[in-house]
């Protein structure tokens, strides 16, 4: 078993930069493939970005592409995706999840086992 906590999250003008980190509990975490997602009011949640286990592939929505990176540092236990050139559309809550695989990592939801309580991104126009 493996918890999750995601920190970072803020108000933030459009054109700006946050770094949301996803620590996790036990020894394991290098085995996890992570993903972010995110729900905005209204909406259902949606794919984000995902990181391999070794970092080698990383995955990323197209509303994203090129604005975002998620990165992962196994011997801290932690997830991170730097978000640069906020847009208000990017406002939402947003969660991280761990797969444990040894391969891949998934772009949908449902493929995840482990999720964390979410933090909230508010970006003002």
Request: some cysteine; proline content about 2%; aromatic content about 12%.
């Amino acid at each position: 078993q493996v918890q999750l906590v995601e920190s970072g999250g803020g108000l933030v003008q459009a054109g700006g930069s946050l770094r949301l980190s996803c620590a996790a509990s036990g020894r394991t975490f290098s085995s996890y493939a992570m993903g972010w997602f995110r729900q905005a009011p209204g909406k259902e949640r949606e794919f984000v970005a995902a990181i391999t286990w070794s970092s080698t592939i990383t995955y990323y929505a197209d509303s994203v592409k090129g604005r975002f990176t998620i990165s992962r540092d196994n011997a801290k236990n932690t997830v991170y995706l730097q978000m640069n050139s906020l847009k208000p559309e990017d406002t939402a809550v947003y969660y991280c999840a761990a797969d444990q695989r040894a391969w891949g990592a998934p772009r949908v939801s449902f493929e995840y086992e482990h999720w964390g309580q979410g933090t909230q991104v508010t970006v003002s126009s």
